[in-house]
């Protein structure tokens, strides 16, 4: 049999059973023709390349990671689950060191469900990546992650969940949110108190080629993981900022997406959006699985894939490189920034937003804040008014003083049900969960 130079675990999870609609770019059909030419290939017949089974997750770490509202049962489906599940069971094959390398291609998405979740928007219900994330801390007390987003669209999901947590790097490079959804994904969007510099976004112009992306990556993306030193690194392996994509406008093509996951070289990937079903995703999802299995990829490339046609203008060169320097001055800012807030005199940082679910149209309000401690991260409250709901979210973070702790649990014993429908605690120090409803 043939040997790929890395070993390789994939798991394949269509979701039959779940599509937003008939016709709609979320489908089933948007892994069916991957697997196709995963078969033609002849990637099956290398000994250490492994399909594993789909599998389904304990909902204990969905607790640990998102407040559903209602309830987790009311909102996510059997499919959303058996992805979540299948990006943990990849994750496991990879700790364990079953394989080196692992992908999931697996769907419905998830990068865009926030830490409160109500619901779908952007195609997204429940976070895979941050879920994986919860249980490698809780089951192999791996502490520092990086998360390199490299979906078409800003990983606001994910930002939510991490964004005062200074063990997980997030950088996401994206196309310009003033050009497309969510319109979030800012350079000044840099994290929390606790957590300046370790958020991360590249808001990229429109029609940015392989050119753009690879200078990102070498001159920010790997510079700041070779700083940073984590223990893993997880790409949310979107393939939506491919050429042909009907949803947006970039000029990423299936050798640039194999020269990306090369250098970047990511422990696991786990698939996000990508819906040129028949143009892109075959060749896309065939690169990164080439590339991560350190199998030439130089042949594979799109009927209609034509390197001059798809270059970027000197104009986009020129703001990419600037991007870069701006956003790599954050990163090498973050200690003072950080200092500088924790010297104002304030108990707590405090931002609202306003959230709008695409999919299903309606609107969340939030007001946040955050303790500003100067003994752990600090204990997150969060207000939410949707659909007639008012939630009080407590967060007490990994890393949590005494003092934060308890200054949590009192809340969620003292704070009147009456004036919520749901007051929630995530205690992430303990690993448990409480629940209170009106």
Same mark, same amino acid.
């Given at each position: ?64 990671? $998102? ?32 394989? =080196? ?32 994330? =919860? ?16 979906? /078409?669209?800003?990983?606001?999901? !994910? ?15 994206? %196309? ?31 029609? !940015? ?6 200078? /990102?990556?070498?001159?920010?993306? @790997? ?8 223990? @893993? ?8 900022? $491919?050429?042909?994509?009907?949803? !947006? ?5 299936? %050798? ?32 990164? @699985? ?25 104009? !986009? ?11 790599? &001055? ?15 005199? %304030? ?6 937003? &306003? ?10 309000? %939030? ?8 003994? /752990? ?44 429908? $749901? ?16």
């Amino acid at each position: 049999m043939l040997k790929a130079k890395n070993s390789l675990g994939l798991i394949l999870f269509p979701a039959f059973d779940w599509r937003i609609s008939p016709t709609h770019p979320e489908r089933e059909e948007r892994l069916l023709y991957t697997i196709d030419q995963i078969e033609e290939e002849g990637l099956f017949d290398y000994e250490n390349i492994k399909i594993y089974n789909p599998e389904m997750i304990d909902s204990k770490y969905i607790e640990m990671t $998102h407040f559903c509202i209602p309830t987790i049962s009311s909102i996510v489906t059997v499919s959303h689950k058996i992805a979540a599940g299948s990006a943990i069971t990849i994750a496991k094959k990879v700790l364990s060191k079953e394989v =080196e390398k692992g992908f999931a291609l697996i769907r419905p998405p998830g990068h865009h469900a926030h830490r409160i979740t109500y619901g779908d928007r952007g195609f997204c219900i429940i976070n895979n990546e941050a879920i994986m994330v =919860e249980y490698l801390r809780k089951e192999y007390k791996i502490k520092k992650i990086a998360i390199i987003d490299t979906d /078409c669209h800003h990983g606001d999901g !994910t930002q939510d969940i991490f964004w005062n947590d200074k063990d997980v790097l997030f950088i996401s490079l994206h %196309q310009d949110g003033t050009t497309l959804y969510p319109g979030t994904g800012f350079t000044d969007e840099m994290g929390g108190p606790s957590a300046i510099g370790y958020t991360l976004n590249l808001p990229l112009p429109p029609y !940015t080629s392989d050119d753009g992306f690879l200078y /990102c990556l070498d001159n920010l993306i @790997i510079p700041v993981l070779e700083e940073f030193k984590p223990d @893993i690194i997880i790409n949310s392996a979107g393939q939506d900022n $491919h050429y042909s994509d009907p949803l !947006t406008n970039m000029n990423f093509s299936a %050798q640039g997406y194999a020269k990306l996951t090369e250098k970047l070289s990511p422990n696991i990937s786990v698939l996000e959006g990508g819906y040129s079903i028949e143009s892109a995703l075959p060749y896309v999802n065939l690169g990164i @699985i080439f590339a991560l299995a350190g199998i030439d990829y130089s042949n594979i490339k799109e009927p209609d894939y034509n390197p001059e046609r798809l270059k970027q203008s000197q104009r !986009t060169t020129d703001y990419i490189k600037r991007l870069c320097e701006h956003v790599y &001055s954050i990163w090498k800012s973050k200690e003072e920034r950080e200092y500088k807030i924790k010297m104002e005199k %304030q108990d707590y940082y405090v931002r609202k937003k &306003s959230i709008y679910y695409d999919t299903m149209g309606f609107r969340e309000n %939030q007001l946040e804040r955050i303790k500003i401690c100067k003994k /752990c991260s600090g204990l997150i409250l969060i207000d939410s008014l949707c659909l007639g709901y008012r939630v009080l979210a407590i967060i007490i973070p990994h890393d949590a003083c005494n003092d934060c702790e308890n200054e949590g649990h009192k809340l969620f014993e003292n704070t009147e049900v009456g004036d919520y429908s $749901h007051i929630l605690l995530q205690d992430k120090k303990s690993f448990e969960f409480f629940r209170r409803t009106s």
